[in-house]
């Protein structure tokens, strides 16, 4: 056990001799991998939020029924009936056309306009909240209350939240893309830096191989190099997510109290930071492996 942890010591002795060797080269390439990890996981913590703000904090997605202009008491009630019955029907409110008639007569604008009319031209309405206000759930509840007798038209109020949806879809595969982009960047980095370790060090290599040191014992500093440089893009770049929720948070301040929401952004969690560092790790990792494998190969 105690040969173990020497050699595992000695062997992230060297690793980290190697990365002082060439400060700027290294350096620059964790600034890299910080960046290829760093930027997805901000642009997700958009989406997410974004999304949970559409759902919790904005305006629920309702559906207005209007009457046909024809409709009766008896009418009126039979929709009433259905509503109430209807399972997919989370509430409803009903407004009658007098009703309505009387709101827009409390508006001093406009009312000359309303007493001018000979009779009431509103429909008896119905606002109604689904029990599922995603896009897709509003739209089936839509097409079914529309066939119902003396129904003129259903006007989905939530058809924002349609293109609400569409469009965080759209960022959230956008983000899918360019996280595999970067990851792949991440890899070919730490792959490249480790192959050149490997060459630099070819001739020191060869005599070790050739006195009996096992392909493990060879292999092993430079696993601790690759790691090392994941840990330190990992550990930047949740720095960054750090700073950059909490300039974000500054910025949207004066916009969350002009719209009376909370658009803040919480600071990252202990698990969203640990895994990106496993990410890190394992992407680290298995590129330094893969890299010494390939370029031991070669040199032997």
Same mark, same amino acid.
């Given at each position: 056990?105690?040969?173990?942890?020497? @050699?595992?010591?000695?062997?992230?002795?060297?690793?980290?001799?190697?990365?002082?060797?060439?400060?700027?080269?290294?350096?620059?390439?964790?600034?890299?991998?910080?960046?290829?990890?760093?930027?997805?996981?901000?642009?997700?913590?958009?989406?997410?939020?974004?999304?949970?703000?559409?759902? +919790?904090?904005?305006? !629920?997605? #309702?559906? *207005?029924?209007?009457?046909?202009?024809?409709?009766?008491?008896?009418?009126?009630?039979?929709?009433?009936? =259905?509503?109430?019955?209807?399972? !997919?029907?989370?509430?409803?409110?009903?407004?009658?056309?007098?009703?309505?008639?009387?709101?827009?007569?409390?508006?001093?604008?406009?009312?000359?306009?309303?007493? $001018?009319?000979?009779?009431?031209?509103?429909?008896?309405?119905?606002?109604?909240?689904?029990?599922?206000?995603? /896009?897709?759930?509003?739209?089936?509840?839509?097409?079914?209350?529309?066939?119902?007798?003396?129904?003129?038209?259903? @006007?989905?109020?939530? !058809?924002?939240?349609?293109?609400?949806?569409?469009?965080? !879809?759209?960022?959230?595969?956008?983000?899918?893309?360019? $996280?595999?982009?970067?990851? &792949?960047?991440?890899? %070919?980095?730490?792959? +490249?830096?480790?192959?050149?370790?490997?060459?630099? $060090?070819?001739?020191? &290599?060869?005599? *070790?191989?050739? &006195?009996?040191?096992?392909?493990?014992?060879?292999?092993? /500093?430079?696993?601790?190099?690759?790691?090392? @440089?994941?840990?330190?893009?990992? *550990?930047? =770049?949740?720095?960054?997510?750090?700073?950059?929720? *909490?300039?974000?948070?500054?910025?949207?301040?004066?916009?969350?109290?002009? %719209?009376?929401?909370?658009?803040?952004?919480?600071?990252?969690?202990?698990?969203?930071?640990?895994?990106?560092?496993?990410?890190?790790?394992?992407?680290?990792?298995?590129?330094?492996?893969?890299?010494?494998?390939?370029?031991?190969?070669? &040199? #032997?």
């Amino acid at each position: 056990m105690r040969a173990w942890i020497h @050699q595992h010591g000695s062997a992230l002795r060297l690793a980290l001799r190697q990365l002082g060797r060439h400060p700027f080269a290294n350096l620059l390439a964790i600034l890299v991998i910080a960046f290829a990890l760093g930027l997805p996981a901000g642009l997700y913590r958009l989406v997410n939020t974004a999304s949970a703000l559409s759902h +919790n904090s904005l305006h !629920e997605p #309702r559906l *207005t029924l209007f009457m046909a202009a024809d409709a009766d008491a008896s009418a009126v009630r039979a929709v009433w009936d =259905a509503l109430a019955s209807y399972r !997919e029907v989370r509430e409803f409110r009903y407004i009658s056309n007098t009703d309505a008639l009387a709101e827009l007569k409390a508006n001093p604008a406009l009312t000359d306009a309303v007493n $001018a009319l000979n009779r009431n031209p509103l429909p008896h309405t119905f606002v109604v909240r689904a029990r599922d206000p995603s /896009p897709a759930g509003l739209e089936s509840l839509r097409l079914k209350i529309a066939s119902w007798n003396k129904v003129e038209r259903v @006007q989905m109020d939530g !058809e924002w939240a349609k293109r609400l949806a569409a469009l965080l !879809e759209f960022v959230r595969h956008s983000t899918n893309g360019l $996280a595999a982009t970067l990851a &792949i960047a991440l890899i %070919f980095i730490v792959f +490249n830096t480790v192959r050149q370790q490997v060459l630099a $060090a070819r001739e020191e &290599i060869e005599v *070790t191989h050739l &006195i009996g040191a096992t392909s493990r014992y060879i292999r092993r /500093p430079f696993l601790y190099f690759g790691l090392i @440089q994941g840990l330190l893009g990992a *550990t930047i =770049a949740i720095l960054l997510l750090l700073l950059g929720t *909490t300039l974000f948070n500054k910025e949207v301040l004066p916009l969350s109290a002009l %719209f009376g929401l909370d658009l803040h952004l919480p600071l990252p969690a202990v698990a969203e930071c640990a895994l990106l560092g496993l990410v890190a790790v394992v992407l680290s990792w298995g590129a330094a492996f893969l890299s010494v494998f390939l370029t031991l190969k070669r &040199i #032997r």
